[in-house]
């Protein structure tokens, strides 16, 4: 089994910043893109960041500059540093990764439980 724990989340003000940290453990042989999605209150999830094994980002258009994406093979870790949090920003914070199991066969794609971020005015 595969597990992805997030942790890092909290009660900021507007304007200061936060680092997520997401953990994959498990019978993991390899991992590829991770990414990090969040959800706020009654919206959808949506994407926030990627990064691929070799280190290749991707950042949505409102978090350019801001946020960056980073990982650690060797932990098996993805961070997400936010800085100039708004108050918009808040909702909680889904750490993604797509995993090759050991002795597995096929690619799957599993999710953390998520962390709150509050970014408060």
């Known amino acids: 089994q595969v597990q992805l724990v997030e942790s890092g989340g909290g009660l900021v003000q507007a304007g200061e910043s936060l680092r997520l940290s997401c953990v994959a453990s498990?019978?993991?042989?390899?991992?590829?893109?991770m990414g990090w999605y969040r959800q706020a209150p009654g919206k959808q999830r949506e994407l926030v960041a990627t990064?691929?094994?070799?280190?290749?980002?991707y950042y949505r258009d409102s978090v350019q500059g801001r946020f960056t994406v980073s990982r650690d093979n060797d932990k098996n870790t993805v961070y997400l540093q936010m800085n100039s949090l708004k108050t918009e920003e808040t909702g909680g914070y889904y750490c993604?990764?797509?995993?090759?199991?050991?002795?597995?066969?096929?690619?799957?794609?599993?999710w953390g439980q998520g962390t709150q971020v509050t970014v408060s005015s």
């Open positions: 993604n990764a797509s995993i090759l199991q050991t002795l597995g066969f096929r690619w799957d794609n599993y």
């Open positions: 498990g019978s993991i042989f390899k991992i590829g893109v």
């Open positions: 990064i691929t094994h070799g280190g290749d980002t």
